[in-house]
């Protein structure tokens, strides 16, 4: 079980810098234009540009979280299995551990990308008004 505590670790550290990077992002789009002032940058066709390099990446950032718990789970759930095979007989606890493991870090690993969304979501429609 020993693996299955560095792959939530990996994991929590993988969400961790994708939140991160999302924050980030955020500021400096609000550092150019705050919220509620977007008019300000209307004529500012390096805004637009901004806006548009943090939608695309945005995009791929909210990838990540996915793919890295697809990975992390499929590591986890080998190693438990291989371990699993060494027993004569594999108890429901052990198996329910392995159950609930996954969809405690799945469901972090939506939290994630449901923020990145929704940052995405408003730069998206801050590229949408200045287009209008």
Same mark, same amino acid.
């Given at each position: 079980?020993?693996? $299955?505590? @560095? =792959?939530?670790?990996?994991?929590?550290? =993988?969400? &961790?810098? @994708?939140? $991160?990077?999302?924050?980030?992002? &955020?500021?400096? $789009? *609000?550092?150019?234009?705050?919220?509620?002032?977007?008019?300000?940058?209307?004529?500012?066709?390096?805004?637009?540009?901004?806006?548009?390099?943090?939608?695309?990446?945005?995009?791929?950032?909210? *990838?990540?979280?996915? !793919?890295? *718990?697809?990975? &992390?789970?499929?590591?986890?759930?080998?190693?438990?299995?291989?371990? +699993?095979?060494?027993?004569?007989?594999?108890?429901?606890?052990?198996? !329910?551990? $392995?159950?609930?493991?996954? =969809?405690?870090?799945?469901? +972090?690993?939506?939290?994630v990308v449901l923020f990145v969304f929704l940052v995405r979501w408003h730069v998206s429609s801050r590229?949408?008004?200045?287009?209008?």
């Amino acid at each position: 079980m020993k693996h $299955v505590q @560095v =792959f939530q670790k990996i994991d929590m550290l =993988f969400l &961790l810098v @994708v939140g $991160v990077v999302t924050i980030i992002k &955020l500021i400096r $789009v *609000w550092r150019a234009a705050p919220p509620f002032r977007l008019s300000s940058q209307a004529e500012n066709p390096s805004y637009l540009k901004l806006l548009r390099i943090s939608h695309r990446s945005l995009c791929h950032w909210a *990838w990540c979280p996915l !793919l890295g *718990w697809a990975i &992390l789970s499929s590591a986890s759930i080998y190693n438990v299995c291989y371990g +699993m095979l060494n027993e004569i007989v594999t108890g429901r606890p052990a198996i !329910l551990y $392995v159950i609930l493991d996954l =969809f405690t870090s799945l469901s +972090m690993a939506l939290w994630v990308v449901l923020f990145v969304f929704l940052v995405r979501w408003h730069v998206s429609s801050r590229i949408e008004c200045l287009r209008d």
